[in-house]
């Protein structure tokens, strides 16, 4: 009996372009482990390479296996395949194979990476029913020994037991398959996949997009790649540590002429709106959040400290600001009124979507901002960077600023709008949400991103496994709760 609307389709090599996943694995290395592991599984290239000429894939895929994740905390594995491994392997879909494969009501998908790494990305964005790959094996405290349960046949026999009694109706995979499965398949098909853009029944136009992602590299690290990483990381260091140094200590009015001696570069688009004095209430900046280092930038290219909001950046960070920041707390009515007293004192900077997106995507935006004033500059932000992100949710934050700096050239766009006119705020009876809809709206077009609803939570939700909550209790005062807690033990 033969099942019309099923499909298994080979993940590297046909619904990914590159069916090499050693860059997957170099990632898993870097984000879950560090920079020595990086650099061990790099050197294991070679091997790996030799390997496979010799016709002994399986044992370097092995060993890539074993070097990638021997001693780790399978949660650590976890995380870098919910945060990380998703964007990359967006970026490799294959678009032709991916309409052929969508098509189908039942789809599964063989890989040769542990299925762990694959499954969670496999099953959210391109809709497939079941994943079948290695395992990896775990020892009773939860670390991964760097073996794997599973070999070619083992998962071969896997994919048939899914189709006892349904043949699958068609079977996607490259010429140089070793997989012994697709024999079931009434149907195969081979690279290059040639689809009809016209014909939509059963199919889904384009994967569901990856919003949220985390990790620090940038570029996927395939091996000339991370080389050239591992090259740059000691003269990076050294050049963030003097940017900073400079950014500190030099007049703001100063740094945007020097920024292009060290290789940074701000691209400024719009008129600036000139200082007002003589005013009961400063301007209020609405930025878009790309980076921790969005209202630095402002400041930059005003020329002079504006007071910016903050929320969950390290104490580090603080310290490094050569702008003043104000910390909130996420209660509603306390942020108001220290909103309100930065305001009444001069110019200040907001981000109300409350977190940062890497993406081209606009988080929903709070409306706090719109109740408190109505001197409104939208302010589009936009960065670009070639080795490290300077944003993380599951990382330390305390190093954001210091892998923005290790980037040979950092540029960052600046767009003023115009302040939005009175019918287009609170004051004309507008609701602070539609206020902030349409700031959020004018922003996403200036940059040519999509608005969306999700929000701060959703994105630690996605990449942490958490609401991304920080206490809004001081150092001090946590300091006192636990004295006050051991004091009874301490008379």
Same mark, same amino acid.
């Given at each position: ?28 290395? /870097? ?14 290239? %070679? ?18 296996? /074993? ?17 990380? =491994? ?21 789809? #599964? ?46 998962? !071969? ?23 012994? /499965? ?35 590299? #940038? ?30 200590? =030099? ?11 060290? &290789? &940074? ?7 600036? %709106?000139?200082?007002? !004095?003589? $005013?009961? $209430?400063? #301007? ?6 790309? @980076? ?29 600001? %050569? ?22 004192? &001069? ?18 935006? !709070? ?30 934050k305390a190093l954001d600023p210091i892998f923005f700096f290790m980037n040979p050239r950092p540029v960052y766009e600046v767009t003023f709008l115009n302040q939005l006119p009175a019918e287009a705020t609170c004051s004309s009876g507008k609701s602070p949400h539609d206020v902030a809809n349409y700031v959020q709206r004018i922003?996403?077009? @200036? ?8 929000t701060r939570k959703d994105k630690y939700r996605v990449l942490a496994g958490n609401d991304g909550t920080v206490s809004c209790t001081s150092l001090v005062d946590q300091v006192k709760k636990v004295v006050s807690t051991f004091k009874p033990f301490l008379q």
């Amino acid at each position: 009996m033969v099942m019309e609307n099923s499909i298994v389709s080979e993940f590297e090599g046909i619904l990914l372009k590159d069916s090499d996943p050693f860059s997957y694995f170099m990632l898993v290395a /870097f984000e879950a482990s560090g920079l020595i592991r990086f650099a061990l599984l790099l050197l294991c290239w %070679p091997v790996i390479r030799f390997l496979d000429a010799l016709g002994m894939g399986d044992a370097g895929l092995k060993l890539m296996v /074993f070097v990638a994740t021997a001693g780790l905390r399978v949660l650590e594995i976890e995380s870098v395949s919910r945060a990380v =491994l998703p964007k990359f392997f967006m970026d490799d879909i294959d678009m032709e194979a991916w309409r052929v494969f969508s098509r189908y009501d039942k789809r #599964v998908v063989v890989t040769k990476m542990p299925r762990i790494m694959v499954e969670r990305f496999v099953k959210e964005h391109l809709r497939a029913d079941e994943v079948v790959g290695s395992e990896l094996v775990v020892n009773r405290f939860g670390f991964a020994t760097g073996l794997v349960n599973g070999d070619i046949g083992f998962i !071969s026999s896997k994919v048939a037991k899914l189709f006892v009694d349904d043949e699958p109706s068609l079977g996607l995979r490259r010429a140089t398959s070793s997989f012994q /499965f697709f024999s079931i398949c009434n149907e195969q098909m081979h690279p290059p996949f040639i689809t009809d853009e016209n014909c939509h029944d059963h199919q889904l136009l384009r994967p569901l997009p990856v919003i949220f992602h985390d990790g620090r590299l #940038v570029m996927r690290p395939t091996p000339s790649t991370a080389l050239l990483i591992l090259s740059w990381m000691p003269l990076g260091i050294l050049l963030a540590i003097i940017r900073i140094i400079i950014g500190v200590m =030099l007049p703001l009015r100063i740094i945007p002429y020097v920024t292009p001696l060290f &290789g &940074g570069k701000i691209i400024v688009k719009g008129k600036p %709106p000139s200082p007002i !004095s003589g $005013s009961n $209430s400063g #301007v209020l900046f609405v930025c878009t959040h790309r @980076t921790l280092m969005d209202p630095v930038v402002l400041s930059t290219v005003l020329m002079r400290k504006i007071p910016a909001v903050t929320y969950s950046i390290s104490r580090l960070s603080e310290i490094l600001s %050569p702008i003043p920041t104000v910390r909130l707390t996420r209660m509603r009515e306390v942020d108001a009124q220290k909103i309100k007293h930065e305001l009444s004192k &001069g110019d200040l900077v907001v981000c109300p979507e409350g977190t940062t997106c890497r993406e081209p995507f606009l988080l929903r935006f !709070s409306g706090l901002f719109a109740e408190l004033t109505d001197r409104i500059v939208p302010v589009a932000m936009n960065y670009r960077v070639g080795f490290f992100h300077a944003t993380t949710a599951g990382g330390w934050k305390a190093l954001d600023p210091i892998f923005f700096f290790m980037n040979p050239r950092p540029v960052y766009e600046v767009t003023f709008l115009n302040q939005l006119p009175a019918e287009a705020t609170c004051s004309s009876g507008k609701s602070p949400h539609d206020v902030a809809n349409y700031v959020q709206r004018i922003l996403a077009a @200036t940059l040519g991103f999509e608005c969306t609803n999700f929000t701060r939570k959703d994105k630690y939700r996605v990449l942490a496994g958490n609401d991304g909550t920080v206490s809004c209790t001081s150092l001090v005062d946590q300091v006192k709760k636990v004295v006050s807690t051991f004091k009874p033990f301490l008379q």
